[in-house]
Structures are given as C-alpha cells and as structure tokens.
C-alpha cells in the first residue's frame, strides 16, 4: 500500500470519526438542554440553543481529535504507518 493510500485512508478515517464525535457531542447538549433549561427558556430560544450546542460539539471535538492524534502519534507508530518517518 503506498504512502498516499495510507494517507487517503487516515484522512477518511478520521473525517468519518470527526462526524460522529461531534454528532454525539452534539446530541448530549442538546438532551442536557431538554432536562434543564429547556422548560425555564421560551421556544424561541431553540435557534439560539442549537446555534450554540453545535459550537460547543465543534470545540469538543475539536479537542477530542487533538487528544487522539498526539496519543496516536506519541510512539510514532502512526507516523511510520503514513510514510512520514523513515521505518525502523
């Protein structure tokens, strides 16, 4: 498999993975939201809430995929794996 596969695969991989992440980060805000400011807030709040809640699950995830990334790449294994560094 050659070094751009690799890459196309790891980018796929964690395109896929950014999506799901921020879908659950998404998802949990928005339940947090239903059991506790939902019934103090008016309804037209909700574009407000959802604008919110989804900066909020892009900064989550954000730092998520930051956290994974430098474990992935902390023995260098991932590195080695798309071609960045010479193998051992």
Do not use: E, H
């Given at each position: ?9 790891f ?9 799901v992440?921020t ?20 309804a ?6 959802l604008?919110?809640c ?30 960045f560094?010479?193998?051992?």
């Amino acid at each position: 498999m050659g070094k751009g596969t690799r890459a196309a695969i790891f980018m796929a991989a964690a395109s896929l993975g950014n999506i799901v992440v921020t879908g659950l980060f998404f998802a949990i805000l928005l339940w947090l939201y239903s059991v506790s400011l939902a019934k103090i807030l008016p309804a037209q709040a909700i574009v407000w809430v959802l604008m919110v809640c989804f900066v909020l699950s892009m900064i989550g995830t954000v730092l998520v995929y930051r956290k994974v990334l430098a474990t992935l790449r902390k023995d260098g294994k991932l590195d080695r794996w798309l071609g960045f560094k010479p193998g051992r």
